[in-house]
């Protein structure tokens, strides 16, 4: 959500997040794709709030493992893992997998839902490669291990600027801002 909400925060909107409306959850990602799980989420923020709705869905897709973790990236190896946990499932089902086939991307899918029906999805995907072992510190998910050949460093090894700027996130939401802007200056003075 932080990553969200920097990436959209020179747009002018009031960001608000679903747990600042008491007793409102998300439901549970029950679609097999990005694309159902984004638009099940932002469909529920819209209805609970009344607001327009932004939400994702995001995941690594590991060639060498037919695109698992794929949607199911945020689960993958079980329930109650962390980041951490996730990372070392991914490295013992590739531990026999050499580099030149370790080729992952990030994909990230972004829904925007009005309260009246509208509803608009954009996508975007990075390529890169499957480190070894874990490098970098910042970011999150696998961040550590997604190795991004064009700046030669892992996800967790870039600033946030630099992330923004060639990451699934930041890529789908500049495809998203046209719309968030069309919504907004649609949207009659209060």
């Not at 909107?13 to 409102?24: E, Q």
């Not at 794709?33 to 590991?62: H, Q």
Request: aromatic letters at 6%; one cysteine or more; a negative charge.
């Amino acid at each position: 959500m932080r990553e969200l909400v920097a990436l959209l925060s020179d747009l002018p909107f009031d960001i608000r997040l679903l747990s600042d409306i008491p007793g409102a959850s998300l439901p549970e990602e029950t679609e097999g794709t990005y694309r159902g799980n984004a638009l099940l989420k932002a469909r529920a923020a819209a209805r609970l709030s009344g607001w327009l709705a932004l939400a994702d869905d995001s995941g690594i897709e590991v060639d060498a493992l037919g695109g698992l973790p794929g949607v199911r990236s945020a689960r993958f190896g079980g329930p109650g893992l962390d980041d951490r946990a996730r990372c070392g499932r991914l490295l013992d089902a590739l531990r026999d997998v050499p580099t030149e086939q370790r080729t992952a991307r990030f994909r990230c899918v972004i829904a925007v839902v009005e309260p009246g029906g509208r509803e608009d999805v954009v996508a975007s995907a990075v390529e890169g490669v499957i480190l070894d072992a874990p490098r970098g510190t910042a970011g999150f998910g696998y961040d550590p291990l997604f190795f991004y050949p064009p700046l030669g460093r892992s996800f967790a090894e870039l600033s946030d600027t630099e992330k923004a700027a060639v990451g699934h996130r930041g890529r789908a939401v500049a495809a998203a801002r046209p719309l968030l802007r069309e919504c907004y200056t649609a949207q009659p003075d209060v």
